[in-house]
């Protein structure tokens, strides 16, 4: 895409200087427009070194009210960001709706320059192309503008702007050793810059390649396509996108009407079976963290059937320094203005430590399907987006465990009359757990579904028999220290 690009004719300095003024201009009324449409903005800055990414972005942001953008360098990973998968850094910083985020470097720059410095292998390369690729494609889809924008400059002008800075002392600073070494291997870098514009060079997020030769025009070519781009976006509004064929290795699961619930323990059984198995997760979660295995238990089920009960089980064994709850509920305003996992990729554990989810991102094919607060087109869609996102997690190397919890209608029924007579357990029970029992039976068409399209190889779903919560906690214990010591 480099090696074939053929660069326009620049125009005169008069006309680039009158061009600049108007996209300026146009651009300052922009911000108002995507705060009332709720657009949110993503524009990337790559390039050569030296290419001029940092001089430019200081003149466009300008022209933007400062309380609606934010801008990011990328820099040296954190220990914390080492410790978490690929994505998590460069997700965490996506913008609200309604607002810009500018990215002076992204994912290109890492990726490209961990595999031309030989850190990563080509095979873990290749597997991160197909990650960003479906990240872009997920943000795309969920209403994000994002715009790509690579600046190229020749090898010769590179050396001769690098040296220029290297004669200044007070600019001597702004060259890094990563200038100096892609330009000494000028070629070779052309070449990976090349293939991964063309891998990543999708239609919903294309990549535009910027003459950064000169800085104005340079200016006014991303200007140009930035007020361009969004009022396309403004104007497309609300669209249906395609619904992506299922490409992960399913599981076979039966319907929750199937699954027998007559299973239980008696209180000896559970007494012993519970000291067992929490001696044994205790020794384990210590192998885990020698190890940096990162554990995420997602938990999901009927009012009352004893998801807390169940995590307290898991907990009581473990050392509170290596894992997290997190009970999730309905998404703060900040967390409803971005993408629907947004919040829950701010929640992964570091490599080593357990997070455990109690509801999770199925929220979306759930309580957001039924209750109308995302669109068709959004819950469709999600089934590919959640399986990706979990994929994600095991590829870096997680444990990925999801329980269902599974009562039938008449032990809800009478956990709840139980909650509301008994004052101590009257905070268990709202209004709204009565109205989502009105709906059990589309609920229950639901989540059938969810499991059906779900249930991957790397991610399963376990269904917890819990009529009896005993049995139920046992079963959760069991899965779990059995899927651990698979992976040990």
């Known amino acids: 895409m480099l090696k074939d690009w053929i660069k326009s004719e620049r125009p005169e300095t008069e006309e680039i200087e009158k061009r600049l003024e108007d996209l300026r201009a146009r651009l300052a009324t922009k911000q108002t427009e995507i705060r009332d449409h709720k657009l949110p903005v993503l524009v990337i800055l790559e390039g050569w070194g030296a290419a001029g990414k940092g001089s430019v972005l200081g003149k466009i942001i300008r022209n933007i009210d400062p309380r609606f953008f934010k801008v990011s360098t990328q820099s040296v990973k954190t220990e914390e960001e080492m410790r978490k998968p690929f994505l998590y850094r460069h997700f965490v910083k996506i913008p609200e709706a309604g607002k810009y985020m500018f990215l002076d470097g992204s994912w290109m720059d890492e990726v490209t320059g961990e595999y031309l410095r030989g850190e990563i292998d080509e095979a873990t390369y290749?597997?991160?192309?197909?990650?960003?690729?479906?990240?872009?494609?997920?943000?795309?889809?969920?209403?994000?503008?994002?715009?790509?924008?690579?600046?190229?400059?020749?090898?010769?002008?590179?050396?001769?702007?690098?040296?220029?800075?290297?004669?200044?002392?007070?600019?001597?600073?702004?060259?890094?050793?990563?200038?100096?070494?892609?330009?000494?291997?000028?070629?070779?870098?052309?070449?990976?810059?090349?293939?991964?514009?063309?891998?990543?060079?999708?239609?919903?997020?294309?990549?535009?390649?910027?003459?950064?030769?000169?800085?104005k025009w340079a200016e006014t070519q991303l200007l140009d396509i930035m007020v361009n781009g969004i009022d396309t976006a403004l104007t497309n509004g609300e669209h249906a996108v395609p619904i992506l064929q299922n490409m992960f290795p399913l599981r076979k699961t039966p319907k929750l009407a199937e699954i027998p619930l007559d299973k239980s323990l008696t209180e000896e059984e559970y007494r012993e079976e519970l000291d067992k198995c929490q001696k044994k997760l205790a020794k384990l979660h210590n192998e885990l963290y020698r190890r940096r295995i990162p554990v995420i238990v997602a938990y999901e089920g009927w009012d009352a059937a004893g998801k807390g009960g169940n995590i307290k089980r898991i907990t009581g064994s473990l050392d509170p320094r290596g894992f997290e709850v997190h009970p999730i509920a309905s998404p703060e305003p900040h967390e409803k203005a971005r993408h629907y996992l947004w919040r829950f990729w701010n929640r992964l554990p570091k490599d080593g430590h357990i997070a455990i989810f109690d509801r999770t991102w199925y929220g979306r094919v759930m309580v957001e399907r039924l209750e109308g607060f995302c669109s068709e087109n959004d819950w469709q869609r999600a089934y590919n987006e959640i399986n990706e996102f979990e994929k994600e997690l095991t590829d870096w190397g997680a444990i990925v465990i999801k329980f269902w919890v599974q009562i039938?209608?008449?032990?809800?029924?009478?956990?709840?009359?139980?909650?509301?007579?008994?004052?101590?357990?009257?905070?268990?029970?709202?209004?709204?757990?009565?109205?989502?029992?009105?709906?059990?039976?589309v609920y229950e068409i639901a989540i059938d579904e969810m499991l059906q399209k779900t249930n991957t190889t790397t991610a399963p779903w376990f269904v917890l028999e819990s009529n009896d919560k005993k049995y139920a906690r046992i079963k959760a214990l069991k899965i779990l220290i059995e899927e651990i010591e698979k992976r040990l």
């Not at 479906?134 to 795309?140: A, H, K, P, V």
């Not at 000494?184 to 052309?190: G, I, P, R, S, T």
């Not at 090349?194 to 003459?211: F, G, K, V």
């Not at 139980?418 to 029970?429: A, L, M, S, Y």
Request: charged share 40%; with cysteine; proline share 2%.
């Open 126 to 215: 290749r597997k991160r192309l197909d990650s960003i690729k479906s990240f872009e494609r997920q943000l795309t889809d969920n209403g994000y503008l994002v715009l790509k924008f690579f600046f190229q400059i020749d090898e010769k002008e590179q050396k001769k702007r690098i040296d220029a800075l290297l004669a200044d002392k007070s600019t001597k600073w702004r060259v890094s050793k990563a200038d100096l070494w892609q330009n000494k291997h000028y070629d070779k870098c052309m070449d990976v810059y090349d293939e991964y514009l063309r891998e990543t060079n999708q239609s919903q997020a294309p990549w535009y390649i910027i003459d950064a030769k000169n800085k």
């Open 408 to 441: 039938d209608k008449d032990t809800q029924l009478e956990r709840f009359t139980d909650r509301q007579n008994t004052p101590e357990k009257q905070w268990k029970i709202t209004d709204e757990d009565w109205r989502n029992r009105e709906k059990w039976d």
